[in-house]
């Protein structure tokens, strides 16, 4: 069983930077982790998704070139650094896992995030 516990959530302005945490319990090693985010109203939208076997990593266009998802596994912890927030990028945002991983499972996690274990979620909200 996989447990997922976000932090790092927060307001911030526009241009502004938060780094988001995943605190991760279970067996995770050779999965797709990564994040997804769903703004009121909206579609669950795939963001970012890292390979914990090889450490390759796969990024949605919209937020391409502005955030970086990395993982600790000796803390057995995945975060998602975000710099130059959009007012678009409010959301809640999901830490989530997936077994097993391989690239074309990762490229549509970010299509359709459906992962088989996510967290109970953190909210960013980014003012203009």
């Known amino acids: 069983q996989v447990q997922l516990m976000e932090s790092g959530g927060g307001s911030v302005q526009a241009g502004g930077s938060l780094r988001l945490s995943c605190a991760a319990s279970?067996?995770?090693?050779?999965?797709?982790m990564g994040w997804f985010r769903q703004a009121p109203g909206k579609e669950r939208e795939g963001v970012a998704v890292i390979a914990t076997g090889g450490g390759s990593t796969y990024y949605a266009d919209s937020v391409k070139g502005r955030f970086t998802i990395s993982q600790d596994n000796v803390k057995n912890t995945l975060y998602l650094q975000m710099n130059s927030l959009k007012p678009e990028d409010t959301a809640m945002y999901y830490c989530?896992?997936?077994?097993?991983?391989?690239?074309?499972?990762?490229?549509?996690?970010?299509?359709?995030?459906?992962?088989?274990?996510w967290g109970q979620g953190t909210q960013v909200t980014v003012a203009s």
């Open positions: 279970g067996y995770t090693y050779t999965s797709c």
């Open positions: 989530a896992a997936e077994r097993p991983c391989t690239v074309l499972r990762a490229l549509s996690l970010l299509q359709r995030p459906d992962f088989g274990y």
